[in-house]
């Protein structure tokens, strides 16, 4: 069934998500930004389409007007920034599925965040979920998932490696592609920098796998280009940074259980893959890797289509019917 939709951001990712939605056919009734070269115009000229009849607003009082069924929120990582922003969406009676990383998995990072946001939602009878593909599908659903068919899970290894240089301009400069190592460890140490969400994946793995008590872990560095590189965004000597090399680990009751590692690098070769030792032990390799930028659209806009199943409140891809595009 069709959604009346609003599109809240409309970087890269937002606008590519308002146009999988029309192509979904879903009405997008509203869009939302803060940039001044977007407000005021039509929505359907923003994203290179003919136009929808729909102004781009900087208002969140407009939502009340749109009616949206689903809120596509796609603004910040970080829920200090977009609580307010959740909030209003739910005040207007919409579900929101949003591409936040911090909200993947909140309840360690802000318990009265939580809190607050699901006692917003239930009051209004809506249901708000984080999701994407790092979080929320390659490094926590799917070795969750993969879990349903082995009788007993000793540990789980999950890599992932991204060439960043096949990524929108905004990833590359956020994992320091193209600085000094020195510029990179500077950056590092202000906090705020890197790929945002390992620790989200690493607890939600625990909690699918019913692990009580886990402790996780996360450290990151640069990874150093060993040849040069040119992309679209950014220029790489070699010796330079070329991206970032991070993991988490999760231990229970001083165990490793778990191990995630994400390279996330301008040149570095496309994959992901599961390896869970149990009974049967399980590996499965994705060739090639889940194109980050294509497959975040998919997972919000067809997670849109499942969120109304959703008890009211604050939830998780964990707790969602399976996402799928019919």
């Given at each position: 069934?069709?959604?009346?939709i609003?599109?809240?951001?409309?970087?890269?990712?937002?606008?590519?998500?308002?146009?999988?939605a029309?192509?979904?056919?879903?009405?997008?009734?509203?869009?939302?930004?803060?940039?001044?070269?977007?407000?005021?115009?039509?929505?359907?000229?923003?994203?290179g389409?003919?136009?929808?009849?729909?102004d781009?607003?900087?208002?969140?009082?407009?939502?009340?007007?749109?009616?949206?069924?689903?809120?596509?929120?796609?603004?910040?990582?970080?829920l200090?920034?977009?609580?307010?922003?959740?909030?209003?969406?739910?005040a207007?009676?919409?579900?929101?599925?949003?591409?936040?990383?911090?909200?993947?998995?909140?309840?360690?990072?802000?318990?009265?965040?939580?809190?607050?946001v699901?006692?917003?939602?239930?009051?209004?009878?809506?249901?708000?979920?984080?999701?994407?593909?790092?979080?929320?599908f390659?490094?926590?659903?799917?070795?969750?998932?993969?879990s349903?068919?082995?009788?007993?899970?000793d540990?789980?290894?999950?890599s992932?490696?991204?060439?960043?240089?096949?990524?929108?301009?905004?990833?590359?400069?956020?994992?320091?592609?193209?600085?000094?190592?020195?510029?990179?460890?500077?950056?590092?140490?202000?906090?705020?920098?890197?790929?945002?969400?390992?620790?989200?994946?690493?607890?939600?793995?625990?909690?699918?796998?019913?692990?009580?008590?886990?402790?996780?872990?996360?450290?990151?560095?640069?990874?150093?280009?060993?040849?040069?590189?040119r992309?679209?965004?950014?220029?790489?000597p070699?010796?330079?940074?070329?991206g970032?090399?991070q993991?988490?680990?999760?231990?229970?009751?001083?165990?490793?259980?778990?191990?995630?590692?994400?390279?996330?690098?301008?040149?570095?070769?496309?994959?992901?893959?599961?390896?869970?030792?149990?009974?049967?032990?399980?590996?499965?390799?994705?060739?090639?890797?889940?194109?980050?930028?294509?497959?975040?659209?998919?997972?919000?806009v067809?997670?849109?289509?499942?969120?109304?199943?959703?008890?009211?409140?604050?939830?998780?891809?964990?707790d969602?019917?399976?996402?799928?595009?019919?």
């Amino acid at each position: 069934m069709p959604l009346r939709i609003v599109q809240f951001g409309l970087g890269p990712i937002g606008q590519a998500c308002a146009r999988l939605a029309l192509d979904h056919g879903h009405q997008l009734v509203g869009a939302l930004d803060l940039d001044p070269d977007r407000v005021g115009r039509d929505l359907g000229d923003v994203l290179g389409r003919g136009a929808l009849g729909v102004d781009v607003r900087d208002d969140v009082g407009a939502l009340a007007a749109w009616r949206p069924d689903v809120v596509l929120h796609t603004t910040s990582s970080f829920l200090d920034r977009v609580e307010g922003q959740l909030v209003a969406c739910v005040a207007a009676g919409a579900h929101v599925v949003s591409s936040s990383e911090e909200l993947f998995w909140p309840f360690e990072r802000d318990p009265g965040f939580c809190e607050r946001v699901d006692a917003a939602a239930r009051e209004a009878g809506v249901a708000v979920v984080g999701t994407g593909v790092n979080p929320g599908f390659v490094m926590d659903l799917l070795p969750v998932v993969l879990s349903g068919v082995v009788a007993r899970v000793d540990r789980v290894s999950v890599s992932r490696s991204v060439d960043a240089g096949r990524r929108r301009g905004p990833l590359q400069k956020k994992v320091g592609a193209g600085l000094s190592e020195a510029a990179f460890r500077e950056r590092q140490a202000a906090g705020g920098f890197g790929h945002v969400g390992m620790v989200e994946s690493a607890q939600a793995l625990a909690a699918g796998l019913g692990w009580a008590g886990a402790e996780v872990a996360e450290t990151f560095g640069p990874r150093l280009a060993a040849t040069g590189h040119r992309t679209e965004h950014v220029t790489v000597p070699a010796g330079a940074v070329a991206g970032i090399h991070q993991t988490a680990t999760v231990r229970v009751d001083g165990e490793v259980r778990a191990t995630l590692t994400l390279t996330m690098a301008v040149g570095e070769p496309d994959q992901d893959r599961v390896e869970i030792a149990g009974d049967p032990p399980l590996a499965v390799v994705v060739e090639g890797g889940t194109f980050g930028d294509t497959a975040t659209v998919a997972a919000l806009v067809n997670t849109a289509r499942r969120i109304g199943a959703a008890r009211p409140g604050l939830r998780t891809v964990l707790d969602l019917p399976a996402a799928s595009v019919h």
